[in-house]
């Protein structure tokens, strides 16, 4: 029964270059949602996602990042043109049911984007 | 905008101590106060949640309770042991599914 997913778990990237993060959720589970973690600090939401649905972006930056949770494959979280301020821990949640009942949000192991 | 702030930011305790973790929310349609652990470079873990329905949850040595009327929630950890030393976050489950978190408390046992 594996749990929520994320590759790569570590990245490095030169400024300018594109970051591309992946998360599988739990089996079962539809409703997707990412995070960022900067150092010694807690967890930020950037977005919430159901297939093929973006619910709530509220927590993303309006510019260079994008993401996506296809009907097939992994949820991925883009960030273009990547900055030195884009270090951080990125975690990815999946939950069974979403919305307003919220449900339990089981969190990947993140990957953690260094930007040179 | 929706916020949840946490206190203390650093807490020392002696194996055996008691340890108590506060939070406060502003959204009053948050319904879902869920705390998880994180140990340095691990991904965080759910250790006990609470929904609005209830005012306190117990789950051994971890019990949280809750106070819709004030917005306020908090974290006991009874019989400290130093593998409880980790990083602890408490959320509220925002009007949208998302979860808002407090920037943590560090929490160290001392043996």
């Known amino acids: 029964n594996a749990g929520v997913m994320q590759n790569p778990r570590h990245l490095v990237r030169r400024r300018g270059q594109e970051a591309r993060l992946r998360c599988s959720p739990m089996?079962?589970?539809?409703?997707v949602y990412w995070y960022r973690q900067l150092p010694e600090e807690g967890l930020k939401f950037m977005v919430y996602?159901?297939?093929?649905?973006?619910?709530?972006e509220s927590g993303m930056p309006k510019e260079r990042f994008s993401a996506e949770f296809p009907k097939e494959g992994p949820s991925i979280l883009r960030i273009q043109q990547v900055v030195r301020g884009d270090s951080a821990a990125y975690f990815c949640?999946?939950?069974?049911?979403?919305?307003?009942?919220?449900?339990?949000?089981?969190f990947g192991p993140g990957t953690r984007l260094t930007v040179l | 905008g929706e916020n949840v702030e946490q206190h203390p930011s650093t807490l020392s305790v002696q194996e055996g101590d008691s340890a108590v973790i506060k939070c406060t929310y502003s959204d009053s349609a948050s319904n879902y106060f869920p705390w998880y652990k994180q140990e340095l470079g691990k991904r965080p873990q759910l250790i006990i949640d609470?929904?609005?329905?209830?005012g306190e949850k117990k789950d051994q040595r971890i019990a949280v309770t809750l106070n819709k009327t004030a917005k306020h929630f908090s974290l006991h950890i009874t019989e400290t042991q130093p593998e409880d030393s980790a990083v602890y976050f408490c959320?509220?489950?925002?009007?949208?599914?998302?979860?808002?978190f407090g920037k943590g408390t560090k929490l160290s046992v001392k043996p």
């Open positions: 959320a509220a489950g925002g009007s949208q599914g998302n979860l808002i």
């Open positions: 089996k079962g589970h539809s409703h």
């Open positions: 996602l159901q297939k093929e649905n973006i619910i709530d």
């Open positions: 609470i929904r609005s329905n209830v």
């Open positions: 949640a999946s939950s069974l049911i979403g919305g307003i009942s919220t449900d339990t949000q089981y």
